[in-house]
T-cell receptor, first 114, second 115 residues
Framework: DAKTTQPTSMDCAEGRAANLPCNHS???????VYWYRQIHSQGPQYIIH???NNETNEMASLIITEDRKSSTLILPHATLRDTAVYYC???????????????FGKGTLLTVNP | NAGVTQTPKFRILKIGQSMTLQCAQD?????MYWYRQDPGMGLKLIYY???????DKGEVPNGYNVSRSTTEDFPLRLELAAPSQTSVYFC??????????????FGPGTRLLVL
């Protein structure tokens, strides 16, 4: 799986959009970009994923650059409950391969301030 | 659906004791995983299973054993607890989508302290 680079920490004001960047310059054509988050002391929570098109769901939007070498997770209206570590993970689609695990790096600690 | 459930939430073990961490899912997922997370670190895969009766080692399997007799349950066994096994253990499950992306769903975790 391609390596990802994320800032160690970010701050955001409550009610504002939080934009979390991720670099994955070695991504391959069949690799997806996943975002998970982990609120303190809880299990990781899936947020969103995409291959090359921008994606949106009830939690967030994912913007992937045209060359797919970077992406941005957008939380449109951050709340205090969004304070968490956010992980960007690049992972090959399962095509009979053996790479089943999710490789979690250190992620970005997003702190939403009142 | 309850999703992925884990018991116990917290346990203290003495060195050399054994215990089983329980994990169950009610989403009819074929794939299940055990991860451990040490303080300030990312998750590391211990064991995984692609279906009942099939298990395989992950990155850090030493000191652990697993079994998968049913689709729903995937217990993790520690035979001789060591201080190095002090960690938070997460179970996860997913449904294989034949070459397409898939999402793993995680349980709330079990905190284990070995003294």
């Amino acid at each position: 799986d391609a390596k990802t680079t994320q800032p160690t920490s970010m701050d955001c004001a409550e009610g504002r959009a939080a934009n979390l960047p991720c670099n994955h310059s070695t991504i391959s054509g069949n690799e997806y970009v996943y975002w998970y988050r982990q609120i303190h002391s809880q299990g990781p929570q899936y947020i969103i994923h995409g291959l090359k098109n921008n994606e949106t769901n009830e939690m967030a939007s994912l913007i992937i650059t045209e060359d797919r070498k970077s992406s941005t997770l957008i939380l449109p209206h951050a709340t205090l409950r969004d304070t968490a570590v956010y992980y960007c993970i690049v992972r090959v689609a399962r095509s009979g391969g053996s790479n089943y695990k999710l490789t979690f790096g250190k992620g970005t600690l997003l702190t939403v301030n009142p | 659906n309850a999703g992925v459930t884990q018991t116990p939430k917290f346990r203290i073990l003495k060195i050399g004791q054994s215990m089983t961490l329980q994990c169950a899912q009610d989403m009819n997922h074929n794939y299940m995983y055990w991860y451990r997370q040490d303080p300030g670190m990312g998750l590391k895969l211990i064991y995984y299973s692609v279906g009942a009766g099939i298990t395989d080692k992950g990155e850090v399997p030493n000191g652990y054993n697993v079994s998968r007799s049913t689709t729903e349950d995937f217990p993790l066994r520690l035979e001789l607890a060591a201080p190095s096994q002090t960690s938070v253990y997460f179970c996860a499950s997913s449904y294989p989508r034949g070459g397409k992306s898939e999402t793993q769903y995680f349980g709330p975790g079990t905190r284990l302290l070995v003294l």
